[in-house]
């Protein structure tokens, strides 16, 4: 099966930088997702690593680490908006072929003023 | 604008009733995932399908039965076996081939209710 760790929640100040770490276990390893949740919202994608190193949108960027198994979401300039839980999700291919995707349990943030 | 629609969106179930939630989506993507989030909870795997006619157990199916009878629909039925069924369910999906199956779609989800 698989396994993904990461913070339960994180408290961040208005526009600091803050870091959302996550670590690994799986089998049949594609790539490493981070997506965003607001409070009674669907999740909507962020951000996509297949390959290590670092991947920049906008105030977002994200990491992934292979052989470490870890991979992180780092948001500059934080707003109030971006309170809102983060997840991360490995997409992973079973010994039958078939492709799924699996979510962390998610990291609560909370931006104050 | 293409999406995916999961209705209804509140529902209310007496215990020993069957209940099926539906998902349309019109995005053309072939691969088709139902998640359940319990508060304060990640997003577990339920059931998914690659293709039409074809889909896979997750990692908490039992209690749970899907059809994938064409490509746009991907309705799950909640039933009577399970045993915690009050939870927010989510409808996902997106393109096969390498760079479309790392963004997944979802719905706006499906708040079931046990009374």
């Known amino acids: 099966g698989q396994s993904l760790e990461q913070p339960s929640e994180v408290t961040a100040v208005e526009g600091a930088i803050v870091q959302i770490n996550c670590t690994y276990q799986t089998s049949g390893f594609y790539g490493l997702s981070w997506y965003q949740q607001h409070d009674g919202g669907a999740p909507t994608f962020l951000s996509y690593n297949g390959l290590d190193g670092l991947e920049e949108t906008g105030r977002f960027s994200s990491f992934l680490s292979r052989s470490d198994s870890y991979g992180y979401l780092l948001l500059q300039e934080l707003q109030m908006k971006d309170s809102a839980s983060y997840f991360c999700a490995v997409r992973v291919r079973n010994s039958g072929g078939y492709q799924k995707v699996t979510f962390g349990i998610g990291t609560k943030l909370q931006v104050i003023p | 604008d293409g999406g995916i629609t999961q209705s209804p969106k509140y529902l209310f179930r007496k215990e020993g009733q069957n209940v099926t939630l539906s998902c349309e989506q019109n995005?053309?993507?072939?691969?088709m995932y139902w998640y359940r989030q319990d508060p304060g909870q990640g997003l577990r795997l339920i059931y998914y399908?690659?293709?039409?006619?074809?889909?896979q157990k997750g990692d908490i199916a039992e209690g749970y039965s899907v059809s994938r009878e064409k490509k746009e629909s991907f309705p799950l039925t909640v039933t009577s076996a399970q045993k915690n069924p009050t939870a927010f369910y989510l409808c996902?999906?997106?393109?096969?081939?390498?760079?479309?199956?790392?963004?997944?779609?979802f719905g706006a989800g499906s708040r079931l209710t046990v009374l």
């Open positions: 399908s690659q293709i039409v006619n074809d889909f």
């Open positions: 996902a999906s997106n393109l096969a081939g390498y760079s479309g199956a790392n963004v997944l779609t």
């Open positions: 995005l053309n993507h072939d691969a």
